[in-house]
């Protein structure tokens, strides 16, 4: 009964742990602080490995996201619509890259800042 018991209770565990364990597995590829009057901006990327999903996340203050291309090293590029305003601690939907795993060089970035004040920090963040 016991080991019953206690195998219930790691099977608990494991589900509740999985969510937790997928965050975790977020990389930051890089950032852009961006500037005053900027509309656009990239971030080279270096050593990315091989991802299957990527996001943005902002920091510090509002963005609004219009969309992003993600290029990839062997050639090839990806479109992305976000069409969304990011407020601080935020992320942009998770999107599946084609041809998955792929190996990112560069991402530009099409964007309004919303607010004065405290420039906003732009990641780009892959799994």
């Known amino acids: 009964m016991r080991a019953y018991v206690f195998l219930l209770a790691g099977a608990a565990l494991a589900l509740t742990s999985s969510p937790a364990e997928a965050q975790r597995r ?32 902002v920091s510090r ?3 609004f996201i219009n969309s992003y291309r993600v290029g990839f090293l062997r050639g090839g590029e990806q479109w992305v619509p976000v069409r969304m305003r990011l407020r601080p601690g935020t992320c942009s939907a998770i999107t599946n ?26 990641r780009f963040e892959a799994r």
């Open 97 to 122: 890259l084609r041809r998955a795993p792929q190996s990112i060089r560069t991402v530009w970035l099409d964007f309004v800042r919303l607010r004065h004040g405290t420039r906003p920090v732009i």
């Open 26 to 57: 977020w990389v930051t590829l890089g950032s852009t602080t961006v500037g005053l009057g900027l509309d656009h901006d990239s971030i080279r990327v270096r050593n990315s490995g091989r991802h299957r999903q990527v996001r943005l996340c």
């Open 61 to 63: 203050n509002t963005v």
